[in-house]
């Protein structure tokens, strides 16, 4: 390997699995500088998005698991820092999650490298009405390539016993500098907001809700995380219902684009799936159907269906079908290829798509063990300086050669 160039060797590596390169670390000084330079990280992140490799889907079912895509054959127990008030996933992003329990704690986790970051509380925690009775929120997670920054968006809408009292909160976390702030206004009635914030293309979007509940009504608000801007962005249009169908949606992120998904239902079976995808961000004519799946005798009735994973290569579609089993769907042909059930599994209704990257939670992380990282680092160092060093080189060139 020392007669390769570096350009060769970064290559190489950047094919790799998380958990080979953090052994590979102890190759050697420049290795270990290689894996740990954010321009590799980067690059990492980037050849696994791009091939649709090296992903996850973590579940909360209660516990965490993960299942990988690539098999769908078996899930793994996720431990988490700390699970005593119980943990829930609140967003997803380059492979860091965003955990939250049941008291409002937040921390930052990447499940490949182990290392979490608690978040400082912020005083959105603190409640100004005494006669309050709902607290309802919104978040959003995603990435600031222009100031090379993760953000979280945290928004919290106080309700009193009184109609008129009512009070709402909003501020940005950023990673970088480990710090809240206060940022501008919420453009729409945060409580007429769906779910959680869909991160694409440097922004964090929003359905909401307008005056009636009619498909019509519908807009999406898009947050940028760079310029901290919000935009009205439009729904595709509505196709018709036919018979007795009943209509539901919801948005989400597929292969990097925002996306719908429309259901169409009869007696709370879904009768036939719609899935839409916005190629140009922003703008209303990119808006595309995809797929328009049905049951068939290869998927059996199902009540929804949520996209997970767009292999463009393969033009397939992975599905998550009623929150128990996995559908592959092939696009060309437009029909269910398989299905996929893993008994272990329980019924869950949140999956997450991750992908097993290397990036950092910055400053003040600690591992699972709840050792700073630092400190972890420094008791490696002077565990390779007792093995000594010719011994050590040849123990650890014999064990990279098996590996690859």
């Not at 190759?27 to 090296?54: A, M, R, Y």
């Not at 959105?124 to 090379?148: A, Q, R």
């Amino acid at each position: 390997m020392s007669s390769l160039p570096g350009d060769a060797i970064q290559n190489i590596l950047c094919r790799l699995e998380v958990k080979d390169l953090l052994r590979y670390r102890c190759v050697s000084k420049p290795w270990c500088s290689l894996i740990d330079d954010p321009h590799f990280i980067k690059i990492h992140l980037q050849h696994s998005k791009e091939t649709d490799s090296h992903l996850s889907l973590i579940r909360n079912d209660p516990e965490l698991n993960a299942i990988d895509v690539d098999t769908l054959n078996s899930s793994i127990r996720l431990n988490p820092f700390d699970e005593r008030d119980g943990v829930e996933i609140v967003a997803c992003v380059d492979g860091l999650l965003i955990l939250a329990n049941f008291i409002g704690d937040m921390a930052i986790w990447n499940p490949s490298t182990k290392k979490y970051k608690k978040l400082l509380a912020s005083d959105l925690n603190v409640n100004p009405f005494p006669d309050c009775i709902v607290e309802y929120g919104i978040t959003g997670f995603g990435y600031d390539s222009v100031n090379d920054d993760y953000k979280l968006f945290r928004m919290i809408y106080y309700f009193g016993m009184d109609v008129l009292s009512f009070h709402k909160e909003i501020r940005l976390y950023s990673l970088k500098n480990n710090s809240w702030k206060k940022i501008g206004d919420f453009p729409y009635e945060s409580y007429k907001t769906r779910e959680n914030g869909i991160f694409v293309n440097g922004t964090l979007n929003w359905m909401v809700s307008g005056e009636s509940t009619s498909y019509e009504s519908i807009i999406i608000v898009g947050f940028d995380l760079a310029t901290e801007e919000y935009r009205k962005i439009s729904m595709p249009e509505k196709k018709d219902i036919y018979g007795k169908e009943t209509f539901h949606t919801n948005m989400t992120h597929l292969g990097g684009w925002l996306c719908v998904v429309c259901v169409y239902s009869v007696n709370d079976t879904a009768s036939r799936v719609g899935i839409w995808v916005m190629k140009e961000y922003g703008v209303k004519e990119s808006w595309t159907k995809l797929a328009m799946v049905m049951p068939s005798s290869v998927t059996g009735p199902f009540d929804y269906l949520s996209p997970l994973v767009h292999f463009k290569n393969a033009n397939q579609l992975l599905f998550d079908q009623s929150g128990d089993k996995f559908m592959l769907y092939d696009l060309k042909r437009n029909s269910a290829k398989s299905v996929t059930t893993i008994s272990a599994l329980n019924k869950c209704f949140d999956s997450f798509l991750c992908v097993r990257s290397l990036v950092k939670v910055c400053g003040g992380e600690r591992g699972s063990n709840g050792k700073k990282a630092e400190e972890n680092g420094n008791k490696r160092k002077k565990q390779g300086q007792q093995l000594g060093g010719r011994k050590r080189d040849t123990f650890l060139s014999t064990g990279f050669k098996l590996v690859l």
